[in-house]
């Protein structure tokens, strides 16, 4: 299993369990999983397993290359029994990642006393692995990354050091990246990358963002978790072009055919291997539909800091910054260069990292940039923001996902004080904007607010085929020091129920709309 984006599993929908968000179960006899994505899941990332009565140790699972992007409840677990490589993945926390930050894999073993496999430790070659939220475990993979639930709290370090495996299982060809560098290839090319649909567009955002585009899950589920398609907008809408002509059906253009010296009336020259590469004709034209999207640009990659990262300071701050730098198409960096917002700080020629400090940073919002060039003159540019200031400000959005979303510009929803921050509400196809509730009360799609205290907006979305008339409607007080009439603060819809707030024992008549 390659190249395969895993994102957004249903985590509180239909299952009878309840919660259920997981990312999949991984394992089999000398089974691959290399430079997948697995994105948006509260735990399963992968689970290790084999079936009960499997024989133990008689398998081989090899991990290599993954990109695990915010999980939860848990990354990777389990391994009952099980031969497993783990080796130069990429563990990115994302916001809903507040607990295992550093866990590479909660090693299991089975004790219920009936089965096969019971109290049948597995064995393990783990190492090269990346954990944006631990250097330490980064540095040491088995000793940090490699942790051990409460059911299995009671393993004594020699029992530890017996699963570990000092030099990798065997295993077939495959090209091996370092973490970081899979980690951008993963990002160029899993799923169906040659046009991916918006689905995946957002995902592959999430993942270099570090963010998550959906906060609300629709039920109750947060932080890029979703319960529901309807939560993210529902299922895109997919256009095709015509198929390019194959008279003889066997799924390779003629055009293509003709031009690699196939018959384009032959239905069974699909199977065959022309240029004896070890790769069936329709194998090879697939794979030339992947050479179109080769990028040729390098490619870059910031470790420190994160993006959208604050930095809570009295005045200024130093702020280290760790880039990396890599050509896949043969050439090689000739140039890396690092930016504070459109000042240049460092140069480096003939590398491909740039590491420094950058110090004294003023208070506000920064980008850091690293642009680097190769020997082919080809350019790419990485940019991250940084916020300085004296406390952490929220924009928080209670999204009305089904109908719309909304779009901050700058992203991420946390800055520090004083940043000028546009919040678009944006509707879905057949509904309209209607107005902002909460802590700001707007009919304009467009905000443009300076940051200052934490702040919570609404947006309320009409259908077009079914307006909703919202209105102010006063409130009469018929008890108590305030009695009168009064003019709510917020909205009230047709059918609706006002929603009173009381202090001191008195109804002081303020509405909301929903």
């Not at 947006?459 to 077009?464: D, E, G, H, S, T």
């Amino acid at each position: 299993m390659q190249w395969c984006l895993v994102g957004e599993s249903l985590r509180h929908s239909v299952h009878e369990s309840g919660k259920h968000g997981y990312g999949g179960v991984w394992g089999g006899k000398k089974a691959s999983f290399h430079h997948n994505l697995l994105a948006h899941h509260d735990s399963r990332n992968p689970r290790l397993g084999e079936y009960a009565s499997s024989y133990a140790l008689s398998d081989l699972v090899d991990l290599r290359n993954n990109v695990i992007y915010n999980w939860q409840g848990n990354s990777c677990y389990g391994g009952e029994g099980m031969n497993v490589n783990i080796v130069n993945n990429y563990y990115k926390a994302g916001p809903a990642t507040t607990k295992y930050q550093e866990r590479i894999i909660a090693i299991w073993n089975r004790i219920e006393t009936w089965d096969p496999l019971y109290n049948i430790w597995g064995k393990f070659y783990i190492n090269g692995n990346v954990l944006t939220e631990s250097e330490r475990a980064t540095n040491d993979n088995w000793n940090y990354g490699v942790q051990f639930d409460s059911k299995w709290s009671h393993i004594s370090n020699t029992e530890r050091q017996n699963l570990r495996l000092e030099s990798p299982l065997e295993t077939s060809i495959v090209t091996t990246h370092t973490a970081e560098e899979a980690y951008q290839k993963v990002l160029q090319f899993v799923g169906a990358s040659l046009k991916r649909d918006p689905v995946d567009r957002r995902i592959i955002h999430d993942v270099t963002t570090g963010a998550a585009t959906y906060m609300d899950g629709g039920n109750g589920s947060t932080s890029g978790f979703i319960d529901t398609q309807d939560a993210v907008g529902g299922w895109p809408e997919l256009k095709s072009l015509s198929a390019p002509v194959d008279i003889d059906d066997d799924g390779m253009p003629d055009e293509w055919e003709t031009t690699n010296g196939l018959d384009p009336n032959d239905p069974s020259d699909g199977n065959k291997d022309f240029n004896n590469d070890g790769y069936t004709n329709i194998e090879d034209y697939l794979n030339s539909l992947a050479l179109q999207y080769y990028d040729t640009k390098p490619l870059v990659n910031t470790i420190k800091p994160k993006n959208n990262e604050l930095f809570i300071v009295s005045k200024k701050v130093n702020i280290e910054v760790e880039a990396y730098a890599n050509d896949y198409n043969g050439g090689s960096i000739t140039k890396i260069e690092l930016y504070l917002d459109k000042q240049l700080v460092k140069k480096e020629n003939n590398a491909n990292q740039i590491v420094t400090k950058l110090r004294g940073v003023s208070h506000g919002m920064h980008h850091i940039i690293v642009k680097a060039t190769d020997n082919s003159g080809n350019i790419s540019i990485d940019t991250t923001t940084v916020y300085v200031g004296t406390k952490k400000v929220r924009i928080n959005i209670e999204e009305d996902a089904r109908n719309g979303h909304v779009k901050l510009e700058p992203d991420g929803g946390l800055y520090t004080e004083d940043i000028d921050v546009n919040i678009m509400a944006i509707p879905n196809e057949g509904y309209h904007f209607h107005s902002w509730i909460k802590d700001i009360e707007s009919e304009q799609e467009l905000l443009t607010i300076k940051t200052t205290d934490h702040i919570t907006l609404k947006p309320i979305f009409v259908a077009n085929k079914d307006p909703l008339n919202m209105y102010r409607k006063p409130i009469k007080i018929t008890f108590g020091p305030l009695e009168g009439f009064y003019a709510p603060s917020g909205y009230i819809a047709d059918g609706g129920s006002p929603y009173f707030r009381r202090s001191n024992g008195y109804t002081y008549g303020w509405l909301e709309g929903y």
